[in-house]
């Protein structure tokens, strides 16, 4: 009964997602408490898509050699200078045509930002190279400590930059442990013959993403915050992830890369772990991204649905 359950989400995900933003515009009384569920949901995320794609070779860049390879040195090289050139060319360009300032500062830390931790998963269910998009995760979030600093430094100054490497060291504990034990777990089932079907890990990761966005939505509920600055802050929102999806795909498609590699290209590039500087940045910095943040969250859970047709011209 479970798996079937797990099954029909799997092959439904796309509208799966969108359920858990509905919950979490409407349920405002159960947005705190799922904060908790936040960290776990995101390990679990990744073990699952680990487990998903590890058989397949998803850690090992011996097994993806192609026209088209993105082999380690080469992705480590180019998630760098995205980290660190992007999110200064977004601050300059947006503070030189004269925005707002909490936009400006939006945009960049979402440019200097990691992929999110449930990435691989979104990339799955477009039919992307979800084992690109987990090696992009864990690369990404290795070099974060590094690629971090000019860039917190410029936004706030030199006191600030040793505030993040706490978050970004338990960030990286848990994706650590989560390959680890999807890879031992896998490796189990392995021994034992058991192959565990495809919809039901996409069907257990999408209903995981839809409770975790719940406790992601607690921005929305803030005292004071006014119908018009709510809609404001989320085409804010939808114009720089869905603007940086195309950026993303159109570099990925200039270069001729497969579709599955454009679509995880696009995906990635919008979709990013802005949340993980709530955690890092002084609170009195944060306080007023916490809209932004929780508005983020919708186009980002949108993305299989709105992206669906999008991706598609990619192939």
């Not at 200097?112 to 477009?126: Q, T």
């Not at 974060?144 to 006191?159: Q, V």
Request: proline share 6%.
């Amino acid at each position: 009964m479970l798996l079937t359950l797990l099954e029909t989400c799997g092959r439904h995900a796309r509208w799966v997602l969108p359920i858990g933003l509905v919950a979490g515009a409407l349920l405002p009384w159960a947005a705190t408490p799922m904060q908790a569920s936040i960290a776990p949901s995101i390990w679990l995320l990744l073990f699952l898509a680990v487990v998903r794609l590890h058989r397949g070779g998803a850690l090992d860049v011996k097994t993806n050699k192609g026209a088209h390879d993105l082999g380690i040195v080469p992705l480590v090289v180019r998630i760098a200078l995205a980290q660190l050139l992007f999110p200064l060319l977004v601050f300059f360009a947006t503070t030189r045509v004269g925005l707002p300032m909490i936009w400006c500062v939006s945009a960049t830390l979402v440019a200097a930002a990691p992929p999110i931790s449930g990435s691989p998963s979104l990339v799955l269910l477009l039919k992307g190279d979800g084992k690109l998009a987990l090696r992009w995760l864990i690369v990404a979030t290795l070099l974060l400590p590094i690629t971090c600093i000019p860039i917190i430094y410029w936004l706030l100054g030199e006191h600030s930059t040793a505030a993040l490497f706490l978050p970004v060291a338990k960030l990286l504990l848990l994706i650590i442990s989560a390959t680890g034990a999807g890879v031992l777990v896998n490796k189990a089932l392995e021994s034992r013959c058991i192959k565990l079907s495809t919809a039901a890990l996409d069907g257990a990761a999408s209903i995981t993403l839809a409770l975790m966005v719940i406790g992601l939505m607690s921005g929305i509920h803030a005292p004071g915050v006014r119908i018009e600055h709510l809609l404001i802050t989320l085409a804010v929102a939808l114009v720089i992830n869905l603007g940086y999806q195309m950026l993303g795909a159109t570099i990925a498609r200039a270069l001729k890369h497969a579709p599955d590699r454009i679509i995880c290209a696009g995906v990635i590039n919008g979709n990013r772990n802005i949340a993980l500087y709530l955690a890092a940045l002084p609170a009195s910095f944060t306080e007023p991204l916490l809209l932004f943040i929780a508005c983020y969250q919708i186009p980002m859970y949108l993305t299989p649905l709105i992206g669906a047709s999008y991706y598609r011209l990619q192939e």
